[in-house]
């Protein structure tokens, strides 16, 4: 089994070779990154000019086999008195202030989205065994699903989904809000349980494998099984190849014994989830997308926590 990872600035793929047993699709911001899996060595193909596509994203130096990126001294900001910087700042501070007042609003017309009943009656296994979704809330009125992308052939989770539950809290601040936060994946329990031991986290992790959630939900895509869906788009012809994992949120309410689906975001929409990434904004070298890619290298810097060679 050969593994495939390519990161790629907004570039649709076609696949060229002999077609993948399974694929994954995860977006966070600009960063689309695709891992395949296939019995034998297979390739994707960049529609369109690619290095007009990866000019703005990461450089990696592999032939040194140094990943730290370089800043040119031509990219950075400009210097000016402090008296200068203080009134750009304030600037920008006006149209942080706007921002935030229409994410305000966009929070509450969120709020009063209509809601679905889940009539299904599905099952999860977790180390106490099986457990129904109701269960999952824990006797919380919210329920918070982050569907991590785990195929059940694999034997590691997805690396941007690792960053996102890296970035994930202390789920007592959640709980003190009447809402529980767990991870769902297709691949089965004993291996959810070692990745999430080798990773240290303590997150609540269930495996949905050999249910029909993950397909209703849209995060596995599978002509097979009739789940051609993601991000509200028709993806049949990607979910023709074979089963193809992407991530996403779902958010449910429970009213006594009635569950409720309410919410569920895809690709940029879970970027704001990742904390890591929100630091970075802040800063002059925001996420590196400045930096160009190398064309005949993945040029992915991103790793798991244990990976980065420090």
């Given at each position: 089994m050969v593994s495939i990872s390519i990161v790629m600035y907004r570039v649709a793929c076609l696949w060229v070779s002999s077609p993948p047993t399974s694929i994954t699709v995860a977006q966070f911001g600009d960063l689309a990154y695709i891992s395949a899996e296939s019995d034998s060595r297979s390739h994707y193909s960049p529609i369109g000019s690619i290095t007009d596509r990866w000019t703005n994203w990461l450089r990696s130096d592999t032939t040194s086999g140094d990943t730290r990126m370089t800043q040119p001294k031509s990219d950075l900001p400009t210097v000016v008195s402090r008296d200068e910087w203080r009134e750009a700042?304030?600037?920008?501070?006006?149209?942080?202030?706007?921002?935030?007042?229409?994410?305000?609003?966009?929070?509450?017309?969120?709020?009063?989205?209509?809601?679905?009943?889940?009539?299904?009656?599905?099952?999860?296994?977790?180390?106490?065994?099986?457990?129904?979704?109701?269960?999952?809330?824990?006797?919380?009125?919210q329920l918070i699903v982050y569907h991590f992308m785990f195929d059940p052939e694999w034997d590691a989770g997805c690396k941007v989904c690792s960053l996102l539950a890296d970035n994930i809290g202390h789920l007592s601040h959640l709980h003190a809000l009447d809402t529980s936060l767990v991870m769902v994946s297709r691949a089965p329990y004993d291996k959810l349980e070692q990745y999430r031991s080798r990773m240290g986290w303590s997150i609540p992790w269930y495996s949905s494998y050999g249910t029909d959630f993950n397909y209703d939900f849209h995060v596995t895509l599978d002509a097979s099984r009739g789940s051609v869906e993601h991000n509200y788009r028709d993806f049949t012809e990607l979910a023709s190849n074979g089963a193809t994992e992407a991530h996403g949120t779902s958010v449910f309410l429970r009213d006594g014994d009635d569950i409720y689906h309410t919410y569920s975001s895809y690709e940029r929409g879970n970027g704001l989830l990742v904390g890591t990434f929100n630091y970075l904004d802040l800063t002059p070298l925001g996420r590196h997308e400045h930096r160009a890619a190398e064309q005949d290298t993945d040029g992915n810097w991103l790793r798991r926590h244990d990976e980065y060679d420090e």
């Open positions: 700042r304030t600037e920008l501070l006006e149209k942080e202030k706007e921002l935030t007042q229409k994410r305000d609003e966009l929070n509450a017309e969120r709020r009063q989205l209509p809601m679905v009943e889940i009539d299904e009656d599905y099952v999860f296994e977790g180390p106490d065994g099986e457990v129904s979704l109701l269960d999952l809330f824990e006797g919380r009125r």
